[in-house]
């Protein structure tokens, strides 16, 4: 924690001496860059992030606080109709959490002005931005929105790089968008917070160009920056797929400052019981909805690139020649991986599905849940590639070197205990 002021300490009551409770300490807490995780990053459970904790987080510290809930930006990962159902979840986590301002971030903005609208509309989601525009050059939400608390008024206004204007909506200058808009508040207000969408570099440029503000918080600045101070301006941010949260605590009287720390949304905060039931709700979405493979938007990934011919064959093809190779297959963890996701309730959602199907969007491989029942788990194909050729003709080899296939799901986030030999033995055949 950076402490930018000094704020006067308890002291301890004497037993039996009864006090006045202690007024509510106006905080502000941003979120960021949440990219569409709504459970944390990764498959394991020691990694962090997720709407579970981050309102457990916010529960607890408005026990004894005035909690002012911000969100930067960058809570989607895509527009394919997967990545918008889980973006629109996302929103509704917020909504649960008491959001006051959601800035337009880069994932924002491609949606477009109509999806955008349709999702404020029908989430009443507080959109802001100072430097988001339409064709005509009119701003598409709030430049601004005000909070009053006891200790004071907050003013929080947002902003995107302008690298992200694109065919669907404008972006203007940042310092310039919210120098405009200070010309146009007529509320008093006691400080000025501004949420920015910008790299590390574009944020340090923003607080030096703007002393008249109290805070900038970013942002995609790959890892979240400690607080620290250039010149007046307190800079910190909220990134890195949610997994850590920006803390500001407003200091009252006549030099009004702050303190500020970064938190962790580690495994020490329990699942809130509203995201609990907002993540179920999302699941049964899915489960109807079915999205097909090239509905998920995952396709484009690194991950599964389309650059082969061949189709999927089938486990059950590639055992009709090679039987005790895939006996063998049968008592490994691959055989089972679509019974975890079952277990879980993960089964449904199509970032899970990648990994424990065999043929994820390929030609004759996983399609979706209920239409590729005999694609499930992580069969043969997985590792060696799409092999109907192979299967119809064994002179012609399979395409692609199994042994190079391993990270491709078994990457720091998913499987951050992977070490190559000793898992490599696990499925090991002739």
Known sequence: MLLLSGCPQAGDDSEGVQTEPAEKQ????????TQGWIMPCGCTSNQSGGLLRRGSYLKNLRKQNDVIFVDVGGAADGTAPYQLEKFRSVLKGEQLMGIHAHNLGAAEIKFGKEILDSLSESLQVPFVSANVLDFQGELIFPAYRLYQGDEGTVLVTGVVSPRYSGLKLMVSDPADAIFKMLETVSEKYDWLIVLAYLDEGELRGLATTLPEAHAVIGGPTQ?????????PVLVTSATNKGKFLAELDFQSGS??????????????????????????????ILAKKDFHANESGLLSNERWPITHSDQVAGTQTCRECHTETCDHWDQTGHAHAWERLVAEGAHVDSYCQQCHTTGYGWEGGFVSAKLSTKRVNVGCESCHGPSREHSMNSSRPTTFDAQAQCLRCHDPENSPKF????????IAHE
């Open 26 to 33: 106006l905080k502000l807490v941003a979120s960021g860059d």
């Open 223 to 231: 890892q979240s920056l400690s607080p620290q101070m250039i010149g």
């Open 419 to 426: 070490q190559y030999d000793s898992y490599w033995e696990k």
């Open 255 to 284: 030099k009004r400052s702050l303190n500020a720390k970064v938190v962790e949304m580690s495994p020490d905060f329990a699942d809130e019981s509203s995201q609990e039931k907002n993540l179920e709700v999302f699941r049964g």
